[in-house]
């Protein structure tokens, strides 16, 4: 069984939890979803479990939610084998879904966790009931204009040039605002208790040894599994899940472009899509009672005929 301890956090308690070769740190449940169906939230590139705030409270009647940090990433430590690709995150987050029990989980993920999670569900079926993607960082070749600066963490020696130029002396301030208007499609509507947490996130993390390691590692990670072909390609993958799948693109997303919700919608054999106009790479948080809109209609299809059809929380 894990290993579990309190740890703080601004938003929810936090615990956490010893995986093979991982320590990780996972919120949630929120109170009151004891016995709903299980669900696990997976965040992308930068984020972590915090990301999901809002949506797991919109689904708190529907599911009882936990929140992981992927390794190296928000209250997690960093792997202990330095493994931050896409498939050493797959490992981590199976590893707390045999430790934590409760699979079949209605599995989430954006960005980077919805490579994680197209993999995770491609390889271990048994343990997801149904896939919401959000964004997912499916290889696209070539990338938007606009995703090559953050592709470009993947070349050897890059993130040192930008800590040493301009980028690297910006403000925490200045830091946070231009990482939200990357993944936000319209930065103004970012609300203020927002800011001020991913400012003070931003600051928390400048003191944390690992953070650049990760972001860098997992950036290297994704550019790697875009080019994997065979068993690994993660298209492939996707055509071997045969849960069911709600896709959710934005139109001003900077960073996955909507072009792939076209391949990703033939890919996955039951697919459902969510074009959301006003939204960029976070629907989930900027467009969280949409976003639980489709998801509570996804639950609605395959909403157990009886009660001991799920193991619930």
């Known amino acids: 069984m894990s290993a579990e301890q309190q740890v ?34 997976v965040h992308g590139l930068g984020g972590s479990g915090d990301n999901w705030t809002e949506l797991m409270a919109a689904l708190a009647d529907r599911v009882c939610g936990e929140a992981l940090d992927l390794p190296g990433f928000g209250h997690s430590a960093p792997p202990l084998d330095g493994n931050l690709s896409v498939s050493g995150h797959v490992r981590a987050v199976i ?4 430790a934590a029990g409760r699979g079949p989980v209605h599995l989430f993920g954006n960005s980077l966790g919805g490579a994680v999670a197209v993999r995770l569900a491609a390889l271990r079926p ?8 959000i964004s997912p960082a499916l290889p696209e070749l070539p990338p938007q ?47 203020a208790e927002r800011r001020e947490r991913a400012v003070r996130e931003y600051r928390r993390r400048l003191g944390v040894p690992h953070a650049m390691r990760a972001m860098v590692g997992s950036a290297r990670g994704i550019v790697s599994a875009y080019t994997e072909r065979g068993d690994q390609a993660l298209w492939r993958q996707a055509a071997q899940v045969k849960v069911p799948v709600l896709l959710v693109y934005g139109l001003k997303d900077k960073l996955v472009s ?12 039951d697919a459902r899509l969510l074009v959301l106009p006003e939204s960029g790479h976070v629907a989930m948080m900027e467009h969280p009672a949409q976003v639980a809109r489709a998801v509570r209609e996804l639950l609605a299809e395959v909403r157990p005929r009886s009660p001991g059809a799920f193991r619930g929380c």
């Open 145 to 191: 204009p606009s995703a090559w600066p953050t592709g470009l963490l993947a070349v050897p020696g890059v993130p040192a040039l930008l800590r040493r130029g301009p980028v690297g002396r910006r403000s925490p301030e200045e830091a946070t605002e231009g990482f939200l208007d990357l993944v936000y499609g319209d930065l103004a509507a970012v609300p």
């Open 8 to 41: 703080g956090s601004e938003i929810a308690p936090v615990r956490t939890v010893a995986v093979p070769g991982a320590v990780l740190a996972v919120s949630g449940p929120v109170p009151d979803s004891a016995g709903l169906p299980p669900a696990l939230f």
């Open 126 to 133: 048994d343990l997801v009931r149904t896939l919401t993607l």
């Open 258 to 269: 909507y072009r792939s919700a076209r391949r990703a919608c033939a890919a996955f054999a």
């Open 95 to 98: 590893g707390y879904l045999e």
